[in-house]
């Protein structure tokens, strides 16, 4: 991930770590309030992408769920769902090399969470609404609760940075076990704990990634944090949905 840019941290006056900067408290113990204000200017920008995403992906979905047509034309055109599933795979690498450079960051964050939605979309539509609703309330307030806890602890002076490499390998581990998958089906019992162990890897990847927005990632890199915390929040979803889904069958 990309580290913070240093060019702000001499400016302001020392930082006075009990009561803030004014109407806002220090993010981290030792920041200037120079740099504290941009750092929350930075999160508000973020996460009013981040809302706009989550609305996109939700307007998507709905339009796919209660839309007789939208399932049948899928069904007789299987490859546009194909497609659209493969395509933010595609985007993600155009996305992460334009990523500070607008308005072609905004552009391809657009098709990425549009094409990404669908798929969203087709799960809930094969799923019972009041288990996709129960995933939704539960990934809302797991997401709520590890952001306070982050902004909590990063004031504290914790630091979550160490979780990178061990993320990471677990993530390697979880996407190749899920090829396996492919050839080799799970049972469904098999199939929950998978998905509650995907579900942990991406609570704990909310609480680094927003570590990082927090304290790492430069000013002009918020398409990118933007990114990162929304396919946190998906996943954790897809999880918790797949959870309920094995749950209610069994």
């Known amino acids: 991930m990309a580290k913070c840019d240093s060019e702000y941290a001499g400016y302001g006056t020392s930082p006075d770590l009990e009561v803030g900067y004014g109407a806002r408290p220090a993010l981290y113990p030792g920041i200037y309030a120079d740099e504290n204000e941009l750092r929350w200017g930075l999160i508000r920008k973020v996460y009013n992408i981040l809302s706009?995403?989550?609305?996109?992906?939700?307007?998507?979905?709905?339009?796919?769920?209660?839309?007789?047509?939208?399932?049948?034309?899928?069904?007789?055109?299987?490859?546009?769902?194909?497609?659209?599933?493969?395509?933010?795979?595609?985007?993600?690498?155009?996305?992460?090399?334009?990523r500070q450079q607008h308005p072609v960051n905004l552009v391809l964050l657009g098709l990425f969470t549009a094409t990404i939605s669908l798929s969203v979309g087709i799960s809930c539509a094969l799923t019972n609404g009041y288990i996709v609703l129960e995933a939704l309330l539960l990934t809302a307030g797991v997401v709520l609760a590890l952001t306070a806890y982050t902004l909590y602890a990063a004031r504290k002076g914790h630091d979550f940075s160490f979780l990178g490499p061990i993320l990471f390998t677990t993530l390697t581990i979880i996407l190749l076990f899920g090829l396996?998958?492919?050839?080799?089906?799970?049972?469904?019992?098999?199939?929950?704990?998978?998905?509650?162990?995907?579900?942990?890897?991406?609570?704990?990847?909310?609480?680094?990634?927003?570590?990082?927005?927090?304290?790492?990632?430069?000013?002009?890199?918020?398409?990118?944090?933007?990114?990162?915390?929304?396919?946190?929040?998906?996943?954790?979803?897809?999880?918790?949905?797949?959870?309920?889904?094995?749950?209610?069958?069994?």
């Open 180 to 250: 396996i998958q492919v050839f080799f089906p799970l049972g469904p019992v098999s199939q929950m704990i998978y998905s509650g162990l995907t579900a942990l890897l991406f609570s704990a990847y909310i609480v680094y990634d927003t570590d990082n927005l927090i304290k790492r990632y430069s000013y002009d890199e918020y398409i990118w944090a933007s990114v990162a915390l929304y396919l946190d929040i998906l996943n954790l979803f897809l999880s918790l949905l797949q959870i309920l889904r094995g749950m209610r069958d069994n």
């Open 52 to 98: 706009i995403q989550v609305l996109l992906t939700a307007a998507v979905s709905a339009f796919v769920v209660f839309t007789p047509a939208a399932l049948s034309f899928f069904a007789v055109h299987p490859w546009i769902l194909f497609f659209a599933s493969i395509t933010p795979l595609i985007l993600m690498c155009p996305l992460y090399y334009y």
